[in-house]
């Protein structure tokens, strides 16, 4: 029986499952970090070797066992990643076709019914991209977020609602509860404080303070509100950007929404939906609720030769090992 292997590297961990042709997982290792943007191509070969002799030995079988294999890595950004990439992956010496991607494309591959669409990531950070029917278009923003104007992120939006204090403060804008809100997160004195200690870099007011703006504008805080609509029209930016590139504006297609971000859900859902709905009406968001690693070994399949049906893309989650 032919067996496939999937990968996830992550920022935080690296998740590894080999599959049978029906989908049934048989192996699972984990490691942790894999992006060689912070860690480096060395120690990115180390986890990635570690977690994948887990998943063998769990599963009894070698690497001449697996027929494709599908590995998503964060940190592949530009074609100039590709070579040091692939030459990691060289070392594990697999004998089977594979192909890596960015981190973004295997939650379209995992969570749209057939394979293809639009993933937007609103994490700490936020990206991105989208996949043809094929699979041999790809769109995509830089996925360096403010750097290049692409929001929103619990990191932007936080940043954006700091603004907003701001121009409260100088009496740009009303008054606005997020002020009190940060003070007392930060542990300031008071509104002067708060900025010159931010400016400063003396208070962190960072992505873990997102909830406090979710929270204010739950308490009908016009400016809060006016922050979560504003992330959710960039996100909607964001996505309507790859849309042109891959010509989906007359398709009927699932936009897959990963990160934390939209555990909020309302209003930074519905604002995004009405920006890309202005643009593609035939979109469908959708929450992604399986391991990203799920769509890595569906990516392996390909490889192989296998086309991954529903159905088998249903018995990959019934049988990963973790839940998400």
């Excluded at 070392?91 to 981190?103: K, S, T, Y």
């Excluded at 379209?108 to 043809?132: F, H, L, M, P, Y």
Aim: hydrophobic share 40%.
């Amino acid at each position: 029986m032919p067996y496939y292997l999937g990968a996830d590297l992550g920022g935080t961990k690296t998740h590894i499952i080999i599959a049978n042709e029906c989908g049934q997982v048989v192996g699972f290792g984990k490691a942790g970090p894999g992006n060689p943007q912070g860690i480096g191509y060395e120690a990115m070969f180390e986890t990635l070797s570690q977690a994948v002799d887990e998943a063998l030995a769990q599963a009894h079988l070698t690497l001449t066992d697996i027929h494709g294999a599908g590995f998503s890595i964060a940190g592949y950004d530009w074609p100039s990643d590709k070579p040091p990439m692939l030459a990691a992956l060289n070392r594990l010496n697999l004998v089977c076709p594979f192909h890596f991607v960015n981190d973004t494309i295997p939650g379209i591959v995992a969570g749209t019914k057939e394979g293809w669409g639009v993933s937007v990531v609103s994490g700490t950070g936020c990206n991105c991209r989208g996949w043809d029917r094929e699979h041999k278009r790809e769109g995509r923003v830089t996925g360096y977020s403010l750097w290049m104007g692409e929001a929103a992120g619990a990191g932007e939006l936080v940043a954006r609602a700091m603004q907003i204090v701001s121009y409260s403060w100088c009496k740009r804008l009303p008054p606005t509860a997020l002020t009190d809100a940060f003070i007392k997160h930060a542990g300031a004195k008071n509104i002067e404080d708060l900025l010159e200690g931010y400016t400063a870099g003396r208070y962190a007011v960072g992505a873990d303070a997102a909830s406090i703006v979710f929270d204010v504008a739950e308490r009908g805080d016009t400016p809060a509100i006016d922050v979560i609509r504003w992330a959710g029209e960039e996100l909607g930016e964001m996505a309507n950007a790859v849309i042109r590139q891959l010509e989906f504006e007359t398709l009927n297609f699932e936009v897959v929404m990963i990160g934390g971000m939209f555990a909020a859900g309302g209003l930074l859902i519905e604002s995004m939906r009405a920006k890309i709905h202005s643009l593609a009406p035939g979109a469908k968001l959708v929450r992604l609720h399986v391991p990203p690693v799920i769509g890595s070994v569906m990516i392996g399949m390909e490889q192989g030769g296998l086309r991954p049906t529903p159905e088998i893309r249903q018995t990959l989650i019934d049988t990963f090992p973790e839940k998400p």
